[in-house]
């Protein structure tokens, strides 16, 4: 199946990103040179390219000052300031629920053709109705309101009996293809902040380390995803081989015996000190009460993992 144009490049043309903040390009030019809002990479030809960040960034500013607020003085807020001032401005105003309701409204119509795509077996239709959300919904709201609840509503399927294995494996295998597919349109070779992804020891569920994967690499980390069920040993030489800034694990089946304690201490352990140990999924909270002592950081989901990235990518400018 051929890629959406939309994805030929690693990042958004300020034409896009006018179209989904709002904002004309000559005000998001004067933004930037003014103000400083965001800082855009350059193609090789000299244009501007944006990220997913960039975009949700610039459309909480662009709502703000619709409602009053000058740029000049939440132009250098970070992005968790920004939400809560939306937060804060959404009990005053009912304004913005509109346009997410509207937005809600597409996700879940798209999770409803992916399910029943699945339910057919046609495999397909589920890859066509994943990738065109994939194009007008962006990353991060593709990730969270349409890949994680196709994810959760097939697997609750599959434990009622009302899913069969075999659809359940059909879904599966084609969102793994469709994350695959993402994670490859937006890699880069450039020389930027590097992700390692993988699961620990043990953990054969992947879908919550590709996603982790791809919401790297739309920020413009360059990821390299090593998959599920990799030995400590192993993590480590690939962290150290490939010069790694961080390392993200997914843990998502449950562990009461408390080796997956002592994995994570081994890798945090053998880690270079530099490199960061970041850990999410289902049961990362398992490990929550031993984070400190472990030295890793544990995130509740994909929003939050994304802000991490952007406060260490930050960090390195």
């Known amino acids: 199946m051929a890629e959406p144009q939309l994805f030929s490049l ?3 043309p300020v034409r896009l990103v006018a179209q989904r903040t709002g904002l004309t390009p000559h005000l998001l030019r004067a933004w930037e040179r003014r103000y400083h809002v965001v ?18 960034r610039l459309r909480r500013l662009r709502r703000l000052t619709d409602r009053g607020h000058t740029i000049g ?3 250098q807020l970070p992005l968790d300031k920004l939400v809560d001032l939306e937060r804060s401005a959404a009990r005053e105003s009912g304004a913005d629920r509109v346009e997410e309701a ?4 597409t996700a879940r119509a798209a999770v409803r053709a992916a399910l029943r795509a699945a339910r057919r077996y046609d495999a397909g239709e589920l890859q066509s109705v994943l990738e065109r959300t994939a194009v007008t ?5 593709f ?11 097939i697997g609750h399927g599959w434990s009622e009996g009302s899913v069969s294995v075999a659809q359940e494996h059909l879904a599966t295998a084609v969102v793994r293809r469709v994350l695959g597919w993402l994670l490859g349109v937006y890699q880069t070779d450039a020389p930027t902040r590097h992700l390692l992804v993988a699961t620990p020891a043990g953990q054969v569920h992947e879908l919550g380390a590709m996603m982790a994967a791809v919401s ?4 413009g980390w360059k990821v390299t995803y090593l998959g599920p069920d990799v030995p400590a040993e192993d993590l480590v030489n690939a962290a150290r081989e490939t010069d790694a800034d961080a390392v993200a694990l997914s843990i998502v089946r449950p562990d009461d015996s408390g080796a997956q304690v002592e994995w994570l201490r081994a890798v945090r352990e053998s880690l270079p000190d530099h490199v960061s140990l970041v850990v999410g999924g289902a049961s990362a909270l ?5 984070s400190e002592e472990l030295g890793i950081r544990v995130v509740s989901s994909l929003a939050e993992f994304r802000l991490l990235l952007h406060q260490n990518d930050g960090d390195e400018e």
Do not use: F, K
């Open 10 to 12: 690693p990042r958004y």
């Open 39 to 56: 800082a855009p990479t350059r193609s090789e030809g000299g244009h501007r390219l944006y990220s997913d960040l960039d975009i949700e």
């Open 73 to 75: 003085q939440i132009a």
């Open 102 to 105: 509207v937005q809600s409204e």
């Open 137 to 141: 919904h962006g990353v991060p709201a």
């Open 143 to 153: 990730l969270e309101d349409v890949v994680a609840n196709v994810v959760e509503q």
């Open 216 to 219: 790297a690499a739309a920020e």
């Open 286 to 290: 398992g490990v929550q009460g031993v």
